[in-house]
């Protein structure tokens, strides 16, 4: 019903940047959080930013000061701005969000399928 497709993800040196892109697709009512995820091998998947609808951010420690979290309600779509990458950085990023797909109801949670991001040193 609801399809979340990532995009932007790649290699990239040690300093440099890389804008990762979510856009749902579906049968969308409405939109409340969005957000990204990652997670490293052989580690547990962690928050790295997410954001409401009416645009209040939140953010896990690894992304403070270096990662912006934003999004484009008319598109659906959710960024994640990452500057001043580090090794440490490489992971699968996942893009998440609540969506209802009618009026009534709860918001049903759903995943994207990830996008690789590695960071050379």
């Known amino acids: 019903q609801v399809q979340l497709v990532e995009s932007g993800g790649g290699l990239v040196q040690a300093g440099g940047s890389l804008r990762l892109s979510c856009a749902a697709s579906g049968s969308i009512f409405a939109i409340s959080g969005m957000g990204w995820y990652r997670q490293a091998p052989g580690k547990q998947r962690e928050l790295v930013a997410d954001?409401?609808?009416?645009?209040?951010?939140n953010y896990g420690d690894s992304a403070k000061d270096r990662f912006t979290v934003s999004r484009d309600n008319a598109k659906n779509t959710v960024y994640l701005q990452m500057s001043s990458l580090k090794p440490d950085d490489t992971a699968v990023y996942y893009c998440?969000?609540?969506?209802?797909?009618?009026?009534?109801?709860?918001?049903?949670?759903?995943w994207g399928q990830g996008t690789q991001v590695t960071v050379s040193s």
């Open positions: 954001i409401t609808a009416g645009g209040s951010t």
């Open positions: 998440n969000a609540d969506v209802k797909t009618q009026r009534w109801g709860a918001p049903r949670n759903y």
